[in-house]
């Protein structure tokens, strides 16, 4: 099936800014390097992050998207994105991810307050996969601090689709 009009006028449309619920923060921090066993010291041993490059500690560039994460609970507004717009031919119902690109470009530090915005790219006609048939989604997302700089960005690919029964 072909991609109507509306889902056409979308590629390339770009949201507003989405704000990071919470702050970057230590403990958080603290957290994810706990869970994944990342025993780098700039991310926890304060005296060794003042004295490196960057003068503190930093948070790993991975959590990036993290920050940004929206609540849980109780369920947000979510804000407006191009890929939610979307109104697919077919009646698609799961996502898979099916490939990121990350590129990190400045340190995150505790009291950051990250924002991004996301952008479609490209939506593909109807493929049939072997997890059944669905379009491939690739979204733009641009990561900045309070301050309006670019800390990074995520190209995401994801496959929207109807499982194969």
Known sequence: MALSEKDRS???????????????????????????????PLYTDEEYARGSKFGGIIA????????????????????WVPMAELELPGDYDTFVATDMIREF???????????????????????????GKGHFITTTQIYRNQR????????????KYKAST
């Open 10 to 40: 979308l590629i390339g449309r770009e949201s507003a800014p989405i704000y990071a619920p919470d702050e970057v923060c230590k403990p958080m921090i603290r957290h994810w390097v706990e869970a994944v066993e990342d025993a780098n």
């Open 60 to 79: 790993p560039p991975q959590m990036m998207m993290v920050w940004c994460m929206p609540r849980m609970w109780p369920w947000p507004e979510f804000p």
């Open 105 to 131: 470009y400045l340190p995150v530090r505790p009291g950051d307050i990250l924002s991004y915005t996301m952008k479609l790219d490209s939506v593909t006609e109807e493929k049939k996969t072997r997890i």
């Open 148 to 159: 309006g700089e670019v800390v990074g960005k995520e190209i995401r690919t994801v496959l």
